[in-house]
Protein backbone atom coordinates (compact mmCIF):
# COMPACT_ATOMS: atom_id res chain seq x y z
CA UNK A 1 0.00 0.00 0.00
CA UNK A 2 2.10 3.20 -1.14
CA UNK A 3 -0.36 5.93 -0.27
CA UNK A 4 1.77 9.16 -1.62
CA UNK A 5 4.33 9.31 -3.06
CA UNK A 6 6.53 12.09 -4.13
CA UNK A 7 8.95 12.18 -6.62
CA UNK A 8 12.20 13.16 -6.03
CA UNK A 9 13.11 13.11 -2.81
CA UNK A 10 15.95 15.58 -3.05
CA UNK A 11 16.47 18.13 -5.73
CA UNK A 12 19.51 20.81 -6.29
CA UNK A 13 18.48 23.37 -8.59
CA UNK A 14 20.50 26.18 -9.97
CA UNK A 15 18.46 29.77 -9.79
CA UNK A 16 16.08 30.35 -12.80
CA UNK A 17 15.87 26.57 -13.58
CA UNK A 18 12.97 24.93 -14.01
CA UNK A 19 11.19 21.66 -12.56
CA UNK A 20 8.45 19.15 -11.55
CA UNK A 21 7.73 17.14 -8.43
CA UNK A 22 5.35 14.54 -9.07
CA UNK A 23 2.69 13.34 -6.72
CA UNK A 24 1.12 10.20 -6.74
CA UNK A 25 -1.40 8.75 -4.42
CA UNK A 26 -3.34 5.41 -4.80
CA UNK A 27 -6.48 5.92 -2.70
CA UNK A 28 -8.90 7.80 -4.89
CA UNK A 29 -8.63 10.91 -3.25
CA UNK A 30 -10.76 13.55 -4.81
CA UNK A 31 -8.90 16.24 -2.81
CA UNK A 32 -4.64 17.11 -2.96
CA UNK A 33 -2.38 19.32 -1.58
CA UNK A 34 1.22 20.75 -1.81
CA UNK A 35 2.68 22.25 1.24
CA UNK A 36 6.56 24.03 2.13
CA UNK A 37 7.82 23.39 5.14
CA UNK A 38 10.55 26.24 6.23
CA UNK A 39 11.79 26.71 9.71
CA UNK A 40 9.64 28.42 12.69
CA UNK A 41 6.56 28.79 9.74
CA UNK A 42 5.13 25.22 9.67
CA UNK A 43 3.52 24.11 6.48
CA UNK A 44 1.91 26.72 4.00
CA UNK A 45 -0.43 25.40 1.70
CA UNK A 46 0.83 26.54 -1.91
CA UNK A 47 -2.00 24.91 -4.53
CA UNK A 48 -5.07 22.30 -3.55
CA UNK A 49 -7.12 20.36 -6.01
CA UNK A 50 -10.95 19.37 -5.11
CA UNK A 51 -11.01 16.68 -7.86
CA UNK A 52 -9.46 16.16 -11.41
CA UNK A 53 -8.87 19.51 -14.15
CA UNK A 54 -9.16 21.87 -11.01
CA UNK A 55 -6.74 23.50 -8.87
CA UNK A 56 -6.74 26.32 -6.95
CA UNK A 57 -4.70 28.75 -5.09
CA UNK A 58 -3.29 28.63 -1.05
CA UNK A 59 -1.57 30.79 0.85
CA UNK A 60 1.69 31.26 -0.88
CA UNK A 61 0.69 30.76 -4.43
CA UNK A 62 3.25 32.97 -6.05
CA UNK A 63 6.17 31.12 -8.22
CA UNK A 64 4.44 28.12 -8.25
CA UNK A 65 2.03 26.19 -11.11
CA UNK A 66 0.18 23.00 -10.82
CA UNK A 67 -1.98 20.50 -12.29
CA UNK A 68 -4.26 17.52 -11.84
CA UNK A 69 -4.41 16.39 -15.01
CA UNK A 70 -5.41 12.52 -13.38
CA UNK A 71 -7.03 12.18 -10.46
CA UNK A 72 -4.21 10.24 -8.79
CA UNK A 73 -1.66 12.74 -9.89
CA UNK A 74 -0.35 16.00 -8.75
CA UNK A 75 2.24 18.42 -10.22
CA UNK A 76 3.94 20.96 -8.39
CA UNK A 77 5.85 23.70 -11.11
CA UNK A 78 8.79 25.68 -10.68
CA UNK A 79 9.07 27.72 -13.92
CA UNK A 80 12.08 29.86 -12.56
CA UNK A 81 13.28 28.73 -9.06
CA UNK A 82 14.83 31.21 -6.96
CA UNK A 83 16.41 30.75 -3.75
CA UNK A 84 13.39 31.63 -1.80
CA UNK A 85 11.75 28.19 -3.13
CA UNK A 86 14.40 26.25 -1.16
CA UNK A 87 12.35 24.47 1.07
CA UNK A 88 10.86 20.99 2.09
CA UNK A 89 7.48 20.28 -0.34
CA UNK A 90 5.04 18.11 1.17
CA UNK A 91 2.26 16.49 -0.59
CA UNK A 92 -1.00 15.39 0.80
CA UNK A 93 -4.16 14.05 -0.57
CA UNK A 94 -7.81 13.24 1.47
CA UNK A 95 -11.14 12.38 0.73
CA UNK A 96 -12.96 14.35 3.18
CA UNK A 97 -11.95 16.91 5.95
CA UNK A 98 -11.56 14.26 8.41
CA UNK A 99 -7.70 13.35 7.16
CA UNK A 100 -4.90 14.22 5.33
CA UNK A 101 -2.27 11.76 4.23
CA UNK A 102 1.49 12.93 3.68
CA UNK A 103 3.50 12.08 1.25
CA UNK A 104 7.67 11.52 2.36
CA UNK A 105 8.93 15.47 1.39
CA UNK A 106 11.01 16.41 -1.30
CA UNK A 107 13.81 18.57 0.17
CA UNK A 108 14.56 21.22 -2.89
CA UNK A 109 17.67 23.27 -2.90
CA UNK A 110 17.87 26.46 -4.86
CA UNK A 111 21.53 27.70 -5.19
CA UNK B 1 -10.45 33.21 9.44
CA UNK B 2 -8.78 30.23 10.79
CA UNK B 3 -5.66 29.76 12.47
CA UNK B 4 -3.63 27.55 14.32
CA UNK B 5 -1.70 28.66 17.03
CA UNK B 6 1.53 26.59 18.86
CA UNK B 7 2.99 29.02 21.57
CA UNK B 8 5.74 26.32 22.43
CA UNK B 9 8.59 26.19 19.79
CA UNK B 10 10.53 23.96 21.37
CA UNK B 11 10.19 21.84 24.70
CA UNK B 12 12.65 19.46 26.50
CA UNK B 13 11.41 16.79 28.89
CA UNK B 14 13.20 13.65 31.00
CA UNK B 15 12.70 10.42 29.47
CA UNK B 16 10.03 9.07 31.96
CA UNK B 17 8.30 12.62 32.60
CA UNK B 18 4.57 13.80 31.62
CA UNK B 19 4.46 15.91 28.40
CA UNK B 20 1.70 18.26 27.29
CA UNK B 21 2.17 20.30 24.14
CA UNK B 22 -0.50 23.21 23.60
CA UNK B 23 -2.30 24.25 20.66
CA UNK B 24 -4.93 27.03 20.28
CA UNK B 25 -7.13 27.20 17.06
CA UNK B 26 -9.60 30.53 15.95
CA UNK B 27 -11.92 29.23 13.61
CA UNK B 28 -16.04 30.30 13.46
CA UNK B 29 -17.09 27.13 13.23
CA UNK B 30 -16.80 23.44 15.21
CA UNK B 31 -13.33 22.15 14.34
CA UNK B 32 -11.73 19.46 13.19
CA UNK B 33 -8.66 19.04 14.95
CA UNK B 34 -5.53 17.05 14.70
CA UNK B 35 -2.38 16.05 16.21
CA UNK B 36 0.64 15.40 13.67
CA UNK B 37 3.92 13.84 14.47
CA UNK B 38 7.22 14.26 12.25
CA UNK B 39 10.49 12.47 13.08
CA UNK B 40 13.79 13.78 11.34
CA UNK B 41 13.84 13.41 7.59
CA UNK B 42 9.95 12.07 7.47
CA UNK B 43 6.36 13.10 6.47
CA UNK B 44 3.79 13.45 8.83
CA UNK B 45 1.96 10.86 10.20
CA UNK B 46 -1.75 10.78 12.36
CA UNK B 47 -1.66 11.44 15.70
CA UNK B 48 -5.11 11.36 16.90
CA UNK B 49 -7.91 13.94 15.74
CA UNK B 50 -11.03 14.78 17.21
CA UNK B 51 -14.37 15.86 15.32
CA UNK B 52 -17.66 15.73 17.72
CA UNK B 53 -18.68 13.71 20.86
CA UNK B 54 -16.09 12.68 23.91
CA UNK B 55 -13.58 15.92 24.15
CA UNK B 56 -10.87 13.60 25.30
CA UNK B 57 -9.38 11.11 22.65
CA UNK B 58 -7.23 8.65 22.36
CA UNK B 59 -4.29 8.15 19.94
CA UNK B 60 -1.33 6.27 18.64
CA UNK B 61 1.37 5.56 20.74
CA UNK B 62 -0.16 6.44 24.07
CA UNK B 63 -1.02 10.34 22.65
CA UNK B 64 -4.05 11.97 24.20
CA UNK B 65 -5.96 15.40 23.54
CA UNK B 66 -8.38 17.43 25.21
CA UNK B 67 -10.75 19.52 23.23
CA UNK B 68 -11.86 22.49 25.37
CA UNK B 69 -14.23 24.84 23.36
CA UNK B 70 -14.50 27.55 26.38
CA UNK B 71 -10.45 27.89 25.93
CA UNK B 72 -10.52 27.35 22.18
CA UNK B 73 -7.65 24.74 23.18
CA UNK B 74 -6.40 21.16 21.69
CA UNK B 75 -3.74 20.43 23.95
CA UNK B 76 -1.87 16.95 23.38
CA UNK B 77 -0.23 14.63 26.26
CA UNK B 78 1.45 11.69 27.37
CA UNK B 79 1.90 10.60 30.67
CA UNK B 80 5.53 9.12 30.34
CA UNK B 81 7.44 10.45 27.45
CA UNK B 82 9.69 7.73 25.84
CA UNK B 83 12.89 8.60 23.72
CA UNK B 84 11.48 7.63 20.76
CA UNK B 85 8.87 10.44 20.63
CA UNK B 86 11.78 12.95 20.31
CA UNK B 87 10.04 14.70 16.96
CA UNK B 88 7.96 17.74 15.88
CA UNK B 89 4.38 17.75 16.45
CA UNK B 90 2.24 19.77 14.65
CA UNK B 91 -1.84 20.57 15.66
CA UNK B 92 -4.18 21.57 13.14
CA UNK B 93 -7.40 22.76 11.68
CA UNK B 94 -9.71 20.84 9.00
CA UNK B 95 -12.07 23.21 7.35
CA UNK B 96 -14.51 22.31 4.65
CA UNK B 97 -16.21 25.53 3.58
CA UNK B 98 -13.02 26.08 1.56
CA UNK B 99 -12.56 23.07 -0.51
CA UNK B 100 -11.39 20.83 2.58
CA UNK B 101 -8.16 22.87 3.59
CA UNK B 102 -5.92 22.36 6.57
CA UNK B 103 -3.74 24.59 8.29
CA UNK B 104 -1.33 24.21 10.38
CA UNK B 105 0.63 25.59 13.28
CA UNK B 106 4.36 26.60 13.57
CA UNK B 107 5.17 23.04 15.46
CA UNK B 108 6.93 21.97 18.69
CA UNK B 109 9.98 20.59 18.40
CA UNK B 110 10.30 18.00 21.17
CA UNK B 111 13.54 16.82 22.82
CA UNK B 112 13.45 13.50 24.86
CA UNK B 113 16.74 13.48 27.58
CA UNK B 114 17.46 10.25 29.13
Known amino acids: NAGVTQTPKFRVLKTGQSMTLLCAQD?????MYWYRQDPGMGLRLIHYSVGEGTTAKGEVPDGYNVSRLKKQNFLLGLESAAPSQTSVYFCASSYSVTEAFFGQGTRLTVV | AQSVTQPDIHITVSEGASLELRCNYSYGATPYLFWYVQSPGQGLQLLLKYFSGDTLVQGIKGFEAEFKRSQSSFNLRKPSVHWSDAAEYFCAVGTWNTGNQFYFGTGTSLTVIP
Open chain 1, 27 to 31: MNHEY
